[in-house]
């Protein structure tokens, strides 16, 4: 396909002010639409409803350079809900870090942008995940590395509500608590929904931020579609180094959020929009373009 650049940024006057978590969130859903039409994907709740939390990280917190990805002092980026991986790629692309154009082989033979987030090849991922379960012990170790080098860089890992189920998740969290790793911010995608049903009748995680209080974390919780309220949570996160106690921010966000027909449909946990139902969420996006 010849021109994805032009076809997802058509309609902006120039290129797209990234530096707004507003315009980069809407950019995520719509190169995420995308990417999943053209790869025959799914996924694409998961990466419509942490869309605004990327967009903050990528935007407004994070430390981080595209023209020098690996460099020492950045700030560490893990998304153990890798399933939601294209999101993730969408912001990388859109802020430097490799060109818009490279979304296109998103799952393609041979490409280096996996279905699951991956790091071999890509430019600002630091660790593939998609087992879930695994980012928080992965982000734990490297906070108590950064820790006992003395360095000032964070890390982030953003976690699914489901992946919650994980006794590994808790593990983590007591290992975080125990050695005061307190520039490790976890942010958790809370829409409710995992697999094929709620997390409610899954496997209920409430008093949710009580348990992450009783495994000795700072918490907080906000409205995960609300870029200011995301941004000043993050902030006040990043203000705690110091405190001895990690930070944990829970994001109440809806499954599919952007599209009518995908918000709280589990079906779109695994669904690939196509046709019809790919013309109409191109629509409702296109509607609400910053």
Known sequence: ???????????????????????????????????????????????????????????????????????????????????????????????????????????????ILSGHVSHKGVPGVEVSTGALGHGLGIGAGMALGAKMDGATWRTWVVLGDGECDEGSVWEAALQAAQYGLDRLIAVVDYNHMQSLTTVEKTLRLEPFEQKWKDFGWHTESVDGHDTAALEAAFGRAKERAGSGRPSVILAHTVKGRGVSFMENDILWHYRTPQGEEYEAALKELEAQRP
Request: charged share 25%.
């Open 1 to 111: 396909m010849e021109g994805y650049e032009a076809l997802v940024h058509s309609g902006f006057e120039g290129q797209p002010d990234v530096r707004d978590p507003r315009v980069l969130a809407w950019l995520i859903r719509r190169n995420g639409l995308e990417m999943a039409r053209l790869s025959h994907g799914s996924h694409i709740g998961s990466v419509f409803s942490v869309a605004e939390i990327i967009a903050v990280l990528y935007a407004r917190v994070l430390n981080v350079d595209p023209r020098n990805p690996r460099k020492p002092d950045r700030d560490r980026l893990i998304l153990s809900k890798g399933h939601a991986g294209s999101a993730v790629y969408a912001a990388l692309a859109e802020t430097g870090f490799f060109p818009v154009e490279q979304l296109k082989t998103h799952y393609a033979n041979g490409s």
